[in-house]
């Protein structure tokens, strides 16, 4: 079974420039998170979606991310303008209800804002 | 809110046991996760603990107090390969479940 996959892997812009990330999740999961996660930190949640609806997106900043999860299926995460605070990995994740509150990680998408 | 803490840095030799320590205070807690992450790779699930005591897997044992606000993940006969992150992680019942991590624990084996 394939996993959460996540692209791309890296990406380095200048600042004031847009940037998106894709993230297909595992087959058949109904909740999806993107997680920010800056190097030596934990993961912060930005958003969590039910299917198609954004459930907790109250830690995104709305001013410049913007999320969609159109078909309930893959999702989009977007940064427009990037600023230089920006450079984090940027981590999907999935899980099922039968999964206990596990989540299932891709390997994330390294952004650097120059 | 929601608080998670856990130390920054371990070090420890090859073939010893660790002990990383969590304390939590959050509202509507359902239960404990750990997760190891390598540098560079994603979080993969270790443990999860949603009643009182000691959950044994292999060389890695978790425990959880529900009445203290306290975790701890303890690795035995340490390999160089254990060398990571381990985030510790707590099971938010709201609005559906929120898992929020602690900041991590990077755990440094030495030969």
């Known amino acids: 079974e394939a996993g959460v996959v996540q692209s791309p892997r890296y990406k380095i812009i200048e600042k004031k420039q847009p940037v998106a990330f894709w993230c297909n999740p595992i087959?058949?999961?109904?909740?999806l998170y993107w997680y920010l996660q800056n190097l030596g930190q934990g993961p912060e949640l930005l958003i969590r979606y039910e299917n198609e609806e954004a459930v907790d997106d109250s830690q995104l900043p709305k001013d410049r991310f913007s999320a969609e999860r159109l078909k309930g299926v893959d999702s989009t995460l977007k940064i427009q303008p990037a600023e230089l605070g920006d450079s984090a990995v940027y981590l999907c994740?999935?899980?099922?209800?039968?999964?206990?509150?596990?989540?299932?990680f891709g390997e994330g998408s390294r952004l650097t804002v120059l | 809110g929601q608080n998670i803490d856990q130390p920054t840095e371990m070090t420890a030799t090859e073939g010893a046991i660790v002990q990383i320590n969590c304390t939590y205070q959050?509202?509507?807690?359902?239960?404990l996760f750990w997760y190891q992450q390598h540098a560079g790779e994603a979080p993969t699930f270790l443990s999860y603990?949603?009643?009182?005591g000691l959950e044994e897997k292999g060389r890695f044992s978790s425990f959880l107090s529900r009445s203290k606000g306290y975790s701890y993940l303890l690795l035995k006969e340490l390999q160089m390969k254990d060398s990571a992150s381990y985030l510790c992680?707590?099971?938010?019942?709201?609005?559906?479940?929120?898992?929020?991590f602690g900041g991590g624990t990077r755990v440094l084996v030495k030969p």
């Open positions: 994740a999935s899980s099922s209800k039968t999964s206990s509150g596990e989540l299932f």
């Open positions: 603990n949603v009643l009182d």
């Open positions: 087959s058949g999961h109904n909740t």
């Open positions: 992680a707590a099971l938010i019942k709201a609005a559906g479940n929120k898992l929020t």
């Open positions: 959050t509202s509507g807690f359902n239960g």
